[in-house]
């Protein structure tokens, strides 16, 4: 079954370490998106990317890093210099980056900062 | 800026009708998408609407309004699995998604 993975669906870490999120796609689609969901809000584009070795910042990109080696893969760290971390991390990906394309999401990864 | 408005919570009733609003002002427009998100899961696709008028799928419908920034999504026939958070997103003259907040629906039997 084709779809996207993001794993672990939930992660505790200590306030000052960097956390890595996962996110696998095997849809064959070239562009991939990181969201972070707060409650009352909307989604936020922290990073994306249209295709392999390239990204660019969303709207919220301080504090975090991403890296785009395959085409499968988009992974998500946040950094310590990310003031306010805990959040619901969302993984998108779709057909391409550019035009009108539906995206399709994994399961999400909650992050707890303590 | 960019703003995209949709009511934070609605209850119904299992088996009645219900309408999800969605107003938008952004720069540019190249279409509207909802989504169905259930509480801790991935939103899932419903409908997109880039021309103006209602598109029928099911249960569910939306509609677009271009000239007044306004969108709704129809609900029939409501079941207690229709429980979930509704986003709606708007797709910018860069071609960037413009999330709403999304609007809680809570069924009642």
């Known amino acids: 079954d084709g779809g996207i993975t993001q794993s672990p669906k939930y992660l505790f870490r200590k306030e000052g370490q960097n956390v890595t999120l996962s996110c696998e796609q095997n849809l064959n689609h070239d562009a991939m998106y990181w969201y972070r969901q707060d409650p009352g809000q909307g989604l936020r584009l922290i990073y994306y990317s249209q295709i392999v070795n390239d990204f660019q910042k969303g709207d919220i990109a301080e504090g975090y890093s991403v890296s785009r080696e395959k085409k499968e893969s988009f992974p998500l760290t946040v950094t310590s210099a990310q003031k306010n971390p805990t959040a619901f991390y969302l993984c998108?990906?779709?057909?391409?980056?550019?035009?009108?394309?539906?995206?399709?999401f994994g399961p999400g990864t909650r992050l707890t900062v303590l | 800026g960019q703003n995209i408005d949709q009511p934070t919570e609605m209850t119904a009733t299992e088996g009645a009708i219900v309408q999800i609003n969605c107003t938008y002002q952004?720069?540019?427009?190249?279409?509207l998408f909802w989504y169905q998100q259930h509480a801790g899961e991935a939103p899932t696709f419903l409908s997109y609407?880039?021309l103006d008028g209602l598109e029928e799928k099911g249960r569910f419908s939306s509609f677009l309004s271009r000239s007044k920034g306004y969108s709704y999504l129809l609900l029939k026939e409501l079941q207690m699995k229709d429980s979930a958070s509704y986003l709606c997103a708007v797709i910018d003259s860069n071609y960037q998604l413009i999330w709403g907040a999304g609007t809680k629906l809570i069924i009642k039997p």
């Open positions: 998108a990906s779709s057909i391409e980056g550019t035009g009108i394309n539906e995206q399709f």
């Open positions: 952004t720069s540019g427009f190249n279409g």
């Open positions: 609407n880039v």
